[in-house]
């Protein structure tokens, strides 16, 4: 009675019970008692159950239609397949279930399969893969077997060239045939044999000391000796290696003389090539890099550009090639560390240093720096090491210096740097002998 508005509270309790207010106990409707019946046949909160006898629950009078039209699985839809015309709708969303597993089952099973066609066909690729490495790999194998051959056969045929050659001086020599050449000749013809096949370095040295016979052509092999290596920087090596077996030679047509120094008596006779050959290096470093030096007035105005770039760059390669040669003999006993120091010193000297000769006197001073830089770097020697280096970086920091200079100091800066170690080690030419690893001071 609480629940009752309080108008109706009292009234309720007056009259005939037909006539007394209540509320419906689905929706909360007040209604008088006669017309609560017919109002629980229209009340949207009444329950209801579902007409096709699912045994759904909680359905009430509002919802009935919207269960039985979408959700009831006992009313009877339309299936999707015309052919099997109308079915109950939870039969048909049990089939549906079903034929949607099985659809991926199906994919599923197809997938497994690509899957495993995918790794059979990645398999074969990584063996046919495997195959062309294999067969990449025999036919650099072949090429390199090829060269090699190649090789082989021109060293053989260049060994023959030389052997008949020599064969041939021989020849003239037991039979007394005059030569056309000068007496020079068969010195010129070891030579070229030598570059050729300069593993027969030891026989062709024996063969070249007994070809000098007299001091002129003593004389004449040390020029042909020098030139060589001017001209021809690859081989200096290798004559240097010659000049320092040669020194040792003693040749029987020069006086048996001895001289005594700090380290006992020295052979004179045994020195003669040594001190010609370096005499020789001497004057051709004393004379400079000028191209223009032996030239006359006359003649310097006759020349064009290109004949005067020409014989500056002849005179550069051969300053370069000197260099090279006397590091050689250095690394091979000839010179003492005194006279590289000494041609360092005269070489960095050059102001200023933009200047033709200066540019000159860097690049040789940087080829002869790289050749002795390793065996140069001694305790003794670090002070004058240290004084070249830093001249380096000053004309490095000097703008009008040409790039190329600069460029061929920083590298000499940075061999040092690395400990005297180049980029890449090239093997020493077949046929030299061994280099000292200490030098005396």
């Known amino acids: 009675m609480s629940n009752l508005p309080p108008k109706l509270q009292w009234s309720s309790l007056i009259g005939s019970p037909h006539d007394a207010i209540v509320p419906c106990v689905y ?78 089952e199906k994919q599923n099973l197809l997938s497994e399969e690509t899957i495993q066609q995918l790794l059979r066909n990645r398999d074969e690729d990584r063996a046919k893969v495997c195959a062309l490495e294999a067969s990449s790999a025999e036919f650099v194998r072949r090429i390199q077997q090829l060269e090699r051959a190649l090789e082989e056969a021109n060293r053989q045929q260049s ?44 026989s062709l040295s024996q063969e070249l000391a007994r070809a000098i ?34 020194s040792t030679y003693p040749f029987s047509f020069l006086p048996p003389e001895s001289m005594p120094t700090a380290q006992g008596v020295v052979d004179i006779k045994r020195s003669v090539f040594r001190r010609l050959l ?34 500056s760059l002849k005179m550069r390669n051969r300053l370069k090639g000197n260099m090279k040669l006397i590091g050689e003999l250095f690394l091979n006993g000839q010179l003492a560390a005194g006279i590289i120091h000494r041609c360092c010193i005269d070489l960095l000297k050059a102001d200023p240093p933009e200047s033709l000769v200066a540019n000159e006197n860097l690049e040789a001073v940087s080829t002869l720096l790289t050749v002795v830089g390793k065996v140069l ?33 920083m590298e000499v800066i940075d061999l040092r740097r690395r400990g005297w170690q180049p980029q890449g080690d090239a093997p020493s030419p077949p046929g030299v002998i061994p280099t000292r690893s200490t030098l005396p001071m």
């Open 27 to 104: 929706c909360g409707k007040v209604f008088t008692r006669g017309e609560m019946e017919p109002h629980h046949a229209v009340c949207e909160m009444h329950p209801m159950e579902c007409p096709a006898q699912c045994g759904a629950q909680g359905l009430i009078r509002s919802t009935v239609e919207k269960h039985v039209t979408e959700d009831c699985p006992k009313t009877f839809v339309a299936c999707p397949c015309a052919r099997s015309g109308i079915i109950e709708r939870g039969l048909l969303r049990r089939r549906l279930e079903e034929g949607r597993i099985t659809s991926l």
């Open 159 to 202: 060994a023959h060239i030389a052997s008949l050659r020599l064969d041939r001086i021989g020849l003239e020599r037991e039979q007394s045939i005059p030569s056309h050449t000068t007496p020079l000749g068969s010195v010129q013809v070891v030579l070229a044999v030598l570059e050729n096949a300069p593993e027969r370095f030891d």
């Open 213 to 246: 016979t007299s001091e002129e052509i003593l004389k004449g092999t040390i020029d042909l000796v020098f030139e060589k290596s001017l001209l021809e920087p690859k081989f200096s090596q290798l004559y240097a290696n010659l000049c320092s077996r040669l």
């Open 278 to 311: 370096l005499h020789r290096c001497q004057q051709e470093f004393e004379s400079g890099c000028d191209p223009m030096r032996n030239v006359s007035e006359e003649k310097k105005a006759q020349m064009t550009d290109r004949e005067k770039d020409a014989l």
């Open 377 to 409: 770097e001694t305790k003794e020697s670090s002070s004058y090491m240290e004084g070249y280096m830093t001249r380096m970086q000053q004309i490095i920091d000097t703008p009008s210096v040409e790039s190329r200079i600069r460029s061929m100091l």
